[in-house]
T-cell receptor, first 112, second 111 residues
Framework: DADVTQTPRNRITKTGKRIMLECSQTKGHDRMYWYRQDPGLGLQLIYYSFDVKDINKGEISDGYSVSRQAQAKFSLSLESAIPNQTALYFCATSDPPGETQYFGPGTRLLVL | RKEVEQDPGPFNVPEGATVAFNCTYS??????FFWYRQDCRKEPKLLMSVYSSGNEDGRFTAQLNRASQYISLLIRDSKLSDSATYLC????????????FGSGTKLNVKP
């Protein structure tokens, strides 16, 4: 089984809808991250969490919110989706500082 | 200015060729360095960490030049299966354990 899983894998939604992307990990890592990837722009950090009580904004947090329900679960919400949020979204974990990141398989989101 | 910059390529090389990529980073406080590989529309996966003394893993060699603030990846005897996008990643520790990703260099290895 994969160490980092994301659901859904693909999602089509309409402008203005609220959607949630979920991430679960079995690696036992405290640190979790949400990124989005757009063609030619690389990965941009949306939010990151160092533990259940510590959540921080990344470079592009506007229009997004997160919830860290447990060490193993980190959810990303789009409160009111807009077309320029169409992207590939990755969840990742790492532990401890300086160590590598492990990515989930990604969620492809299309906002119409 | 971007934290991490890479030549997007593509680098088109024949099988068996040697190819090298560079990546520059802007923050001298960067402390950890990595190369990730990403296949089309899939998740990035760690290829190798980059150590100050340089390191080698099979056909892959990574180097770090702190004075000039760049890292490099050398691939020898390229295989068709090496075709992918290679992401340069730097990490700064401390209160903000943030990873900065380059936009990637695309490699196409041709038969």
């Amino acid at each position: 089984d994969a160490d980092v899983t994301q659901t859904p894998r693909n999602r089509i939604t309409k402008t203005g809808k609220r959607i949630m992307l979920e991430c679960s990990q079995t690696k036992g890592h405290d640190r979790m991250y949400w990124y989005r990837q757009d063609p030619g722009l690389g990965l941009q950090l949306i939010y990151y969490s160092f533990d259940v009580k510590d959540i921080n904004k990344g470079e592009i947090s506007d229009g997004y919110s997160v919830s860290r329900q447990a060490q193993a679960k980190f959810s990303l919400s789009l409160e009111s989706a807009i077309p320029n949020q169409t992207a590939l979204y990755f969840c990742a974990t790492s532990d401890p500082p300086g160590e590598t990141q492990y990515f989930g398989p990604g969620t492809r989101l299309l906002v119409l | 200015r971007k934290e991490v910059e890479q030549d997007p390529g593509p680098f088109n090389v024949p099988e068996g060729a040697t190819v090298a990529f560079n990546c520059t980073y802007s923050n001298s406080a960067s402390q950890s360095f990595f190369w990730y590989r990403q296949d089309c529309r899939k998740e990035p996966k760690l290829l190798m960490s980059v150590y100050s003394s340089g390191n080698e893993d099979g056909r892959f060699t990574a180097q770090l030049n702190r004075a000039s603030q760049y890292i490099s990846l050398l691939i020898r005897d390229s295989k068709l299966s090496d075709s992918a996008t290679y992401l340069c990643v730097v990490n700064m520790w401390g209160n903000f354990n943030k990873f900065y990703f380059g936009s990637g260099t695309k490699l196409n290895v041709k038969p």
